[in-house]
């Protein structure tokens, strides 16, 4: 257990349908983070957040909304997502000032758009 | 921004072989080059990582090397084992950012 926990593990949804995915970390790390994983692009950053505050938005449609509410919880709203959203999301947290830097990630939730 | 570019893509060698994943970067400022290995159906774990004022490290069968000369670095498995098989991502950080920019990933396979 790396301590980074999301759910669900796995979700179908439609086009229309409005859902969020969670993430939550135990290990006291200020960084958290959303990767998009597909075939097309394995590990594809999405949002990042520092102390609650977003600090990266990597050109991400607005239909993917994030929400970090504190330093151990972070969220993914998705509303009116496209048959090609269908991916691994994966939440990572690390500590910004550690010399390592190491990213630990969760399971992933596996999304699928109908 | 930081580039990281991963060969190849795919590689597949016999039990007890050598592998050799090859990374480049851009951004000379870089200092921390950490590999992550993702089992099928897993998430990615850090296995290893190195930093520039290293030129060598191991770890076990694993050793990442540094060439910041060339801007390259790589991972090195030797005596490879079944289980070695998975996706293989570097990365490369930064003295001034703490997100990682990451390759896109090598698909080892080790045929028993």
């Known amino acids: 257990e790396t301590g980074v926990t999301q759910t669900p593990r796995h979700l179908v949804m439609g086009m229309t349908n409005k859902k969020s995915l969670k993430c939550e970390q135990h290990?006291?790390?200020?960084?958290m983070y959303w990767y998009k994983q597909s075939a097309k692009k394995p590990l594809e950053l999405m949002f990042v957040?520092?102390?609650?505050?977003?600090?990266e938005n990597n050109s991400v449609p607005s239909r993917f909304s994030p929400e970090c509410p504190n330093s151990s919880h972070l969220f993914l709203h998705l509303h009116t997502l496209q048959p090609e959203d269908s991916a691994l999301y994966l939440c990572?947290?690390?500590?910004?000032?550690?010399?390592?830097?190491?990213?630990?990630f969760g399971e992933g939730s596996r999304l699928t758009v109908l | 921004g930081e580039n990281v570019e991963q060969h190849p893509s795919t590689l597949s060698v016999q039990e007890g072989d050598s592998a050799v994943i090859k990374c480049t970067y851009s951004d000379s400022a870089s200092n921390y080059f950490p590999w992550y290995k993702q089992e099928l159906g897993k998430r990615p774990q850090l296995i290893i990582d190195i930093r520039s004022n290293v030129g060598e490290k191991k770890d076990q069968r694993i050793a990442v090397t540094l060439n910041k000369t060339a801007k390259h670095f790589s991972l090195h498995i030797t005596e490879t084992q079944p289980e070695d098989s998975a996706v293989y991502f570097c990365?490369?950080?930064?003295?001034?950012?703490?997100?990682?920019?990451f390759g896109r990933g090598t698909s080892l396979i080790v045929h028993p």
């Open positions: 990365a490369a950080r930064s003295g001034g950012s703490y997100i990682p920019t």
């Open positions: 990572a947290s690390s500590q910004d000032r550690a010399n390592t830097g190491e990213l630990f």
């Open positions: 290990l006291g790390h200020n960084a």
């Open positions: 957040y520092n102390f609650k505050e977003q600090t």
